[in-house]
T-cell receptor
Framework: NAGVTQTPKFQVLKTGQSMTLQCAQD?????MYWYRQDPGMGLRLIYY???????DKGEVPNGYNVSRLNKREFSLRLESAAPSQTSVYFC?????????????FGPGTRLTVL | GDSVTQMEGPVTLSEEAFLTINCTYT??????LFWYVQYPGEGLQLLLK?????DKGSNKGFEATYRKETTSFHLEKGSVQVSDSAVYFC???????????FGKGTTLSVSS
């Protein structure tokens, strides 16, 4: 199993450009998440998808859109990038069974907006 | 709302020193508690967890005990190694159970 994979690993954008961050998991998990990580801020939830076909806003959704394409894939789109969106973005999926409830994270995408 | 507070870093230790990273939480009910570790340039990995009061999670020499009375989940290790240098995050499932709520992270640097 590859676990949670993210592409690209690094990206530099100019203000106003758009891009889509891709995430896929091969663990058959229902729930998937997008977080951003900023220095001194920990991880903050952008959007999540509890199951295929559903998405919900998290703590910091402004400037982002998401698509849960199927059970495996959950993409994050920046329609018009701003310097404030310079961050490291992590995708995660969630495994729940009985008393086990754990999130698994991808390696991250480092995005710089100039 | 639910929240997690971690001690500010960075924490700088010599190899074989004792480590404590404090974590306290505010939550409705008794959520599962987690410690995640992030090594340089990598994503987050689950280090240990505890699902109910008085549970002790342990992994790779690290331990943390779920203390309901003090709403704490402090991370400890008796003898740190250089390879333990990383950022450590305390986390819990939010009230709605929809996503993890993280502390701001504590950077640990261990020198030989």
């Amino acid at each position: 199993n590859a676990g949670v994979t993210q592409t690209p690993k690094f990206q530099v954008l100019k203000t106003g450009q758009s891009m889509t961050l891709q995430c896929a998991q091969d663990m058959n998990h229902n729930s998937m998440y997008w977080y951003r990580q900023d220095p001194g801020m920990g991880l903050r939830l952008i959007y999540y998808s509890a199951s295929e076909g559903t998405t919900d806003k998290g703590e910091v959704p402004n400037g982002y859109n998401v698509s849960r394409l199927n059970k495996r894939e959950f993409s994050l789109r920046l329609e018009s990038a701003a310097p404030s969106q310079t961050s490291v973005y992590f995708c995660a999926s969630r495994y729940t069974s009985g008393s086990t409830d754990t999130q698994y994270f991808g390696p991250g995408t480092r995005l710089t907006v100039l | 709302g639910d929240s997690v507070t971690q001690m500010e870093g960075p924490v700088t230790l010599s190899e074989e020193a004792f480590l404590t990273i404090n974590c306290t939480y505010t939550a409705t009910g008794y959520p599962s508690l987690f410690w995640y570790v992030q090594y340089p340039g990598e994503g987050l990995q689950l280090l240990l967890k505890a699902t109910k009061a008085d549970d002790k999670g342990s992994n790779k020499g690290f331990e943390a005990t779920y203390r309901k009375e003090t709403t704490s989940f402090h991370l400890e290790k008796g003898s740190v190694q250089v390879s333990d240098s990383a950022v450590y995050f305390c986390a819990l499932w939010g009230q709605a159970g929809t996503a993890l709520i993280f502390g701001k992270g504590t950077t640990l640097s261990v020198s030989s």
